[in-house]
């Protein structure tokens, strides 16, 4: 089953400007992971957050994470066409052991 | 170095046929993940090795769907009886070693199509 949901799910964007995408989960977390993908292909790490990190930053990516809120947002930053993907965020659950739990996804498209 | 690959990158079969998946991880990496994807939706775990023996296998649908990793390297997933709602990508990640933190790399998966 899904645990996190992630909003939006779509989000069409101009080259140049910024993209927010967030994500919620349910349960109590070692850390979150984003993900990306494009269509047909494997998914690529992006970046990992810890449960007692707030704010994590990786070239134009910048991840935030609010454990009492049990949210993390993925902003990322002058977004060029190559940026167009899914992204999906995953949760490393305390009682989970090692596996990850996805979102759905948001769809990213980068209009040139 | 080489990435996680995965064998066939497409599968057609029809309905009660027997399908094996095969993953070859990142050489060194004692870790390895098998989740499936469905249309629009994210990955779901189905079950991991740690070493030769699966660490949790509670993912895994019903009892059609095993996974072997004999050698602590290459997996196959196997799926007897292949039904429609089998039909998903498979996606297979590896990672240095088991544990929180650890980061999983995935392979450019298996689209399997059941008629």
């Known amino acids: 089953s899904q645990q996190g949901e992630e909003d939006p799910q779509a989000l069409s964007i101009q080259e140049g400007e910024n993209a927010t995408m967030n994500c919620s989960y349910k349960?109590?977390?070692?850390?979150l992971q984003w993900y990306r993908q494009n269509s047909g292909r494997g998914l690529v790490h992006l970046i990992l957050?810890?449960?007692?990190?707030r704010e994590k930053h990786s070239g134009r990516l910048r991840v935030t994470l609010d454990t009492s809120k049990k949210s993390s947002s993925l902003l990322i930053t002058a977004s060029r066409a190559a940026d167009t993907a899914s992204y999906f965020c995953?949760?490393?659950?305390?009682?989970?052991?090692?596996?990850?739990?996805f979102g759905e996804g948001t769809q990213l498209t980068v209009n040139p | 170095g080489a990435g996680v690959s995965q064998t066939p990158s497409n599968k057609v079969t029809e309905k009660g046929k027997y399908v094996e998946l095969r993953c070859d991880p990142i050489?060194?990496?004692?870790?390895l993940y098998w989740y499936r994807q469905s249309l629009g939706q994210g990955p779901e775990f189905l079950i991991y090795?740690?070493?030769?023996?699966?660490?949790?296998d509670s993912g895994l649908p019903n009892d059609r769907f095993f996974a072997v990793r004999p050698e602590g390297s290459v997996s196959t997933l196997k799926i007897q009886r292949t039904e429609r709602g089998d039909s998903a990508v498979y996606l297979c990640?590896?990672?240095?070693?088991?544990?929180?933190?650890?980061?999983?790399?995935f392979g450019p998966g298996t689209r399997l199509l059941v008629l």
């Open positions: 995953a949760t490393d659950a305390v009682a989970s052991g090692s596996r990850l739990t």
């Open positions: 050489s060194g990496h004692t870790a």
């Open positions: 990640a590896s990672s240095l070693r088991r544990g929180h933190g650890e980061t999983q790399y």
């Open positions: 957050i810890r449960s007692n990190e």
């Open positions: 090795f740690q070493g030769t023996g699966a660490a949790d």
């Open positions: 349960t109590s977390i070692n850390n």
